[in-house]
């Protein structure tokens, strides 16, 4: 609490004559305000507990307390003041004051005795300053004044002396009150007043204890100190806690639910991975922490062990929804690996955002083995292994993933928006892809492949779609010479836009590694797909497969292709064509249409599933194109005019 003394020793108030005043009236006010319109509350005590009302008579110049002098105290620093004769004359007045006094801070504290017979004397829990009309004292309720019934000596800070016994069972209340120096207030006692309508005050030492610092409980920031304890002390101090500038040490530091852990900056705060077998932090909920909701650990960043083995920042989740809306955004340099999210269970890792910033990674920069609903943002660089984010989750965004490694999902019905690969930095992966897609339902929008020659020749492929993955758009800007477009599996997907594309092959081969034989992915194209196209060819709108090998000789088209380029360089020989594969049968008035770059002199049609294919020509002509559709009715294959 803070009290202003206004009273003895000062001021004495005078009247015109010089004397004393008596009988005179003071009004205590807001500063710069009218004393008489806009009062201050003032008390009798320090403790700021016996109010005096105004206007405040006079006697012998001081105030007059039940016919005594006192003192007057109000928790105001500032104040007006007026003064008046008992004749309603102003004999002093002040806009704005402090008083000689200046501001007088005190830390009070209470407690209560009860007498044995006859006690004179009593020690306090609670120290006071001897002589600085610190302590008040009451028996029984009644002020112990000077010239009361009971009269004391203050023997020491913590023992009062009475002068004469009191009886059995009688109440003594110490009021003690311990005068701060430097201006220093009890942050309790000072209050806080919030802006805006409706606020409610409170203190200053509420309003402070809203957020704790890591300083608060020992944190040294020095990079070398284990500051460990201070994070944890400072958790289970506040759900709020804040990390000032600085360098702090810690070891697997596990974060609890619903806290707030927030830094002076990503630059500023630095969190370093002490130790290199353990995460600096570990987000784990199990059996032990139960969920982890609402966490929010933000504004700092992260450096890792220089020998570390394990990721800079752990989020395991086990069983549904163990951590779940929370908020990630953070940076981490130079570490085994920045982030690693283990959420095997469906639904671990649930409705989360994570924005990250990594560089310079030894091993995969983010492995996600998990989650749902979830919000991702990357950019990272330098990935030395080459693999940037390897990712396994459920209906995921990211609305952002820059990096100059793969990008590799294995999950389903995942959405990247914009994802782009801008260099290549670490370890060649040249039977792979920049972008590895072995999930269901892959959606990739406006995927960017830049490499230089050196990093294009790092990789095999710019993409490898997955079972129905879409690919909108995709750009391609590579060395021509050593990156195929798409790569790998045979499944479904589908192509939409035009994209651009700087590989040599426009859509490549697929091998199947046993007997030599070609088998053509089933891509659907929609939309103006023709950089993606060595002819200008009509594709019939739907499915095309299209090969360019000088090789392939044996080539197997899958239901519902629309169309079968064939780019090859020179005249070929004998090209096999096997329509559908065995027990597959066509589908009912599909249509495929045939177009070769060069002759073809022995084209050989055939049908595992048993299709009359005789209307089929036998060769094919440079430069020409022609379609057959089936009818299921008759089992056979008819040109189209």
């Not at 095997?344 to 910033?357: E, I, R, T």
Request: glycine share 8%; net charge negative.
């Amino acid at each position: 609490m803070s009290a202003l003394s206004i009273t003895p020793p000062f001021p004495t108030f005078a009247g015109k004559d010089g004397l004393p005043l008596e009988d005179g009236y003071i009004w205590l006010g807001s500063a710069n305000q009218n004393p008489q319109t806009n009062p201050l509350v003032a008390y009798w005590d320090e403790t700021l507990t016996q109010i005096a009302q105004q206007p405040i008579r006079t006697l012998g110049g001081y105030p007059a307390y039940s016919g005594t002098p006192a003192r007057l105290f109000i928790s105001a620093a500032v104040y007006s003041i007026l003064v008046q004769d008992k004749n309603g004359n102003t004999v002093y007045t002040s806009p704005s004051n402090t008083g000689p006094s200046t501001f007088v801070n005190f830390s009070v504290s209470e407690e209560v005795q009860v007498a044995t017979a006859g006690q004179t004397v009593f020690t306090l829990a609670n120290t006071y300053t001897p002589g600085t009309n610190s302590l008040t004292v009451y028996v029984d309720g009644v002020n112990q004044y000077d010239g009361a019934q009971y009269s004391f000596v203050e023997t020491s800070g913590d023992t009062v002396t009475f002068t004469s016994g009191l009886h059995v069972g009688a109440l003594v209340k110490f009021s003690t009150a311990i005068q701060l120096s430097g201006g220093v207030a009890d942050a309790s006692q000072v209050t806080y007043v919030p802006a805006g309508t409706g606020a409610v005050v409170t203190n200053v030492q509420t309003k402070l204890r809203e957020t704790v610092s890591v300083k608060d409980f020992g944190a040294v920031g020095d990079g070398v100190t284990d500051d460990t304890a201070a994070f944890v002390a400072a958790q289970a101090a506040s759900k709020n806690v804040y990390i000032p500038e600085g360098r702090y040490s810690i070891d697997n530091l596990r974060i609890q639910t619903l806290v707030s852990l927030i830094g002076s900056g990503k630059g500023s705060t630095i969190l370093v991975q002490r130790t290199a077998g353990n995460p600096a932090i570990n987000c784990t909920s199990d059996i032990d922490t139960n969920q982890l909701n609402m966490l929010n650990l933000s504004e700092f960043g992260v450096e890792g062990h220089p020998s570390a083995t394990v990721t800079a920042v752990l989020i395991a989740c086990y069983g549904p929804y163990a951590v779940y809306r929370s908020n990630f955004d953070f940076n981490v340099v130079s570490s085994f690996r920045a982030l690693e999210i283990q959420a095997a269970d469906a639904g671990a890792f649930f409705n989360c955002s994570v924005k990250l910033n990594s560089v310079l990674t030894t091993d995969t920069s983010v492995l996600i083995t998990g989650g749902v609903y979830n919000t991702y943002d990357f950019f990272i660089i330098l990935s030395s292994n080459g693999r940037a984010v390897s990712h396994a989750g459920f209906n995921n965004t990211f609305i952002r993933c820059v990096t100059e490694g793969q990008i590799a999902s294995s999950g389903q019905n995942d959405l990247f928006l914009n994802p782009t690969i801008e260099a290549w930095t670490g370890t060649a992966l040249p039977l792979e892809a920049g972008f590895n897609l072995s999930g269901f339902s892959q959606n990739l929008i406006n995927p960017t492949l830049i490499l230089d020659p050196t990093s294009s020749a790092k990789i095999g492929a710019a993409i490898q779609p997955g079972s129905e993955s879409i690919i909108n758009s995709p750009n391609f800007l590579v060395d021509p010479a050593l990156v195929t477009p798409f790569y790998g599996t045979a499944f479904k997907w589908t192509l939409i836009g035009q994209g651009r594309n700087q590989c040599a092959d426009k859509m490549e081969v697929v091998y199947n590694g046993t007997d030599g034989s070609r088998d053509l992915r089933n891509v659907t194209l929609v939309g103006d797909c023709s950089a993606f196209t060595t002819q200008g060819v009509s594709h019939g709108g739907k499915v095309i497969q299209y090969i360019n090998d000088a090789n392939g000789y044996n080539i197997t088209a899958f239901n519902n292709t629309d169309a079968l380029i064939l780019d090859y360089a020179s005249t070929v020989a004998v090209v096999n064509l096997n329509l559908s594969t065995a027990g597959s049968p066509p589908l009912n008035n599909q249509t495929i249409s045939i177009y070769s770059e060069n002759t073809v002199t022995s084209l050989a049609i055939a049908s595992p599933y048993g299709s009359d294919v005789t209307l089929f020509p036998s060769t094919i002509s440079a430069g020409e194109k022609f379609s057959y559709v089936y009818y299921i009715t008759t089992n056979k294959w008819y040109p189209v005019a």
